[in-house]
């Protein structure tokens, strides 16, 4: 009987988390001494993400999720969430349903592109166009800040990486979350966890990586240009701008679908005046939810042998290039616009071409007012803003339909 004990507390202490750590197996990111430090690694960085959402308060709606996500997965024997069941091509759903954990089930919307489509309703339900309808060349600006999506994508196919791969990487310079985590799931899910916590976070990094470029390559006299005040937008033109760009963007890029079709979706909801309890559960309910199991899900896929690679310091270094230049490129365009009309138009509006809403365009705003106080270019600012949103879908869509092709 004391054997039977003495056995059984045995192997009750091997199977803890703690002795796994100090059992690692060849299967380690990086072990040394038979200690698992890959391990140790990943919740130590779980930790330091989770400093970030909550006591900088970088997004923390998404980086408190997704560090907590990676948290739960790195727990040696845990058994939450399980990579394998899952490839780049289909999805073991016999063992997801009887062999996996909590997360693995609920990682099937993001395989599946539930999540990000289901986010991007309820971002057109909060969002209202009408600083893009009434100033239609906002749209360029916002198309002329995807240029880092580009680059970012020609860059990485330099550094070695595969078609898909560099299509995936370059999304991040959209700025767009759950743009950047539609494409990565379906052309490469195994950079998912890398691309996804690049893109969160240079999204959070937003104050302090714009200013600087905004600076250099405008000048004070640019910064402190007022615009005038945009035209009032009636109520048919709020309602057919959703039905118009579902139908346009369908018919040119079908597969934008799905992110520009939800997106508008929610702004019919907004907009139409008859449908307010739909609008309400898409902007907060349905969104809360949804925004909980995607971060939770996607850093679940965060461990240590798919994240502690090289390709990840490839991936965040070109993610910030990517950013970096998507800044520049509607910055730039601004400046052109603005020689055009002859100073109409305030350049610093285009950097808030990247679709991180709203955050880019109270950026512009700061940067502005800090140059001229009685300046207030917030709803100029919001037009680029929102036209940044359809312009990385649309990017998404060109990139999802060439992948098929080549």
Do not use: W
């Not at 200013?211 to 033109?237: A, D, G, H, N, Y």
């Not at 730039?332 to 285009?350: A, D, F, R």
């Not at 809403?357 to 929102?386: D, F, I, W």
């Amino acid at each position: 009987m004391g054997e039977l004990f003495i056995n059984g507390i045995t192997a009750f202490m091997q199977s803890t988390g703690i002795a796994r750590i100090f059992a690692a197996t060849e299967k380690s990111a990086i072990a040394y001494a038979g200690i698992d430090f890959g391990v140790i690694i990943m919740i130590l960085i779980a930790f330091v993400l989770l400093y970030l959402a909550i006591v900088k308060g970088f997004e923390p709606l998404l980086l408190m999720p997704i560090a907590f996500g990676m948290l739960l997965t790195n727990m040696p024997g845990a058994g939450v969430f399980h990579g394998d069941f899952f490839t780049v091509t289909e999805v073991d759903y016999g063992k997801v349903l009887h062999e996996g954990g909590l997360l693995d089930l609920l990682y099937l919307g993001v395989k599946l592109g539930i999540y990000p489509s289901l986010i991007f309703l309820g971002i057109g339900a909060m969002t209202d166009f009408s600083p893009l309808i009434s100033n239609p060349k906002s749209l360029l600006l916002g198309a002329a800040a995807q240029l880092g999506v580009f680059v970012a994508f020609l860059g990485a196919l330099v550094l070695g990486f595969t078609i898909p791969e560099a299509m995936s990487i370059g999304i991040i310079g959209g700025a767009d979350g759950p743009t950047a985590i539609l494409v990565t799931k379906t052309l490469a899910a195994h950079l998912l966890p890398a691309i996804a916590i690049a893109a969160y976070s240079y999204m959070a990094l937003i104050p302090i990586i714009q200013p600087p470029i905004m600076k250099l390559l405008t000048t004070k006299e640019e910064r402190s240009i007022k615009m005038e005040q945009l035209r009032t937008v009636s109520k048919t033109e709020k309602i057919i701008f959703p039905i118009a760009v579902s139908t346009v963007v369908a018919l040119i890029v079908p597969d934008a679908v799905p992110l520009v079709g939800m997106l508008m979706l929610g702004n019919l909801f907004k907009e139409s005046g008859v449908a307010d309890r739909l609008s309400k559960t898409a902007q907060n309910e349905l969104m809360n939810i949804v925004t909980i199991f995607l971060g939770t899900t996607v850093g679940a896929t965060a461990s240590a042998n798919t994240f502690l690679r090289p390709q990840t310091i490839f991936i965040i270094v070109l993610g910030l290039v990517a950013f970096s230049i998507s800044t520049s490129g509607g910055l730039l365009l601004g400046k052109l616009m603005c020689k055009l009309t002859k100073g109409k138009i305030n350049p610093l509006i285009g950097s808030a071409g990247v679709s991180a809403v709203p955050m880019a365009a109270r950026v512009s705003q700061v940067v502005g007012q800090k140059e001229n106080p009685t300046n207030y270019l917030l709803m100029h600012a919001m037009g680029p803003n929102v036209a940044g949103v359809i312009g990385s879908a649309v990017a998404a869509g060109v990139f999802l339909t060439l992948a098929k092709i080549l």
